[in-house]
């Protein structure tokens, strides 16, 4: 089941003819991406301070369907494709109601403060497992 995540378009957001811009789109993501760990149960904070574990973003494949425009209410839709030790995929939507304005695959590696890979703790893997089903 995806994770929701609402998002108003604000001016900032938008170009001079009131179209988002596109690098917003992976701000939007983002927003999306940290609620949904969130709600899994994981504190990123406490990730970092206790396992010196970070996510990062390792790639992203994005299309760009339609234009969201000011003042849109959209949702951001996450959902997990597949996770291992050290590595995490999501695929991630953009939707203004039953429209569909962009789409993402992202992969997100698991990193130590130093910058090499580095595997989840079991706990907080076992905490992505409920989101594959």
């Not at 609402?6 to 900032?12: A, L, N, S």
């Not at 969130?38 to 406490?46: C, H, N, S, T, V």
């Not at 993402?104 to 910058?115: D, H, K, S, T």
Request: proline fraction near 2%; aromatic fraction near 10%.
């Amino acid at each position: 089941m995806a994770h929701e995540f609402p998002v108003r378009v604000y001016y900032e957001d938008t170009d001079l003819a009131g179209i988002v811009y596109y690098a917003n789109y992976l701000k939007f993501i983002e927003r999306g991406r940290t609620e949904w760990v969130r709600e899994l149960g994981i504190d990123q904070g406490a990730l970092r301070r206790d396992a010196g574990i970070v996510f990062a973003v390792r790639a992203v494949e994005a299309d760009y369907l339609r234009s969201a425009k000011f003042d849109d209410e959209l949702i951001v839709r996450t959902a997990l494709e597949s996770e291992t030790g050290a590595r995490i995929t999501v695929l991630q939507s953009v939707w203004r109601g039953e429209e569909k304005l962009f789409e993402a695959r992202v992969v997100l590696v698991c990193m130590n403060e130093e910058g090499s890979a580095a595997r989840l703790p079991a706990d907080i893997r076992a905490k992505f497992s409920p989101a594959l089903h």
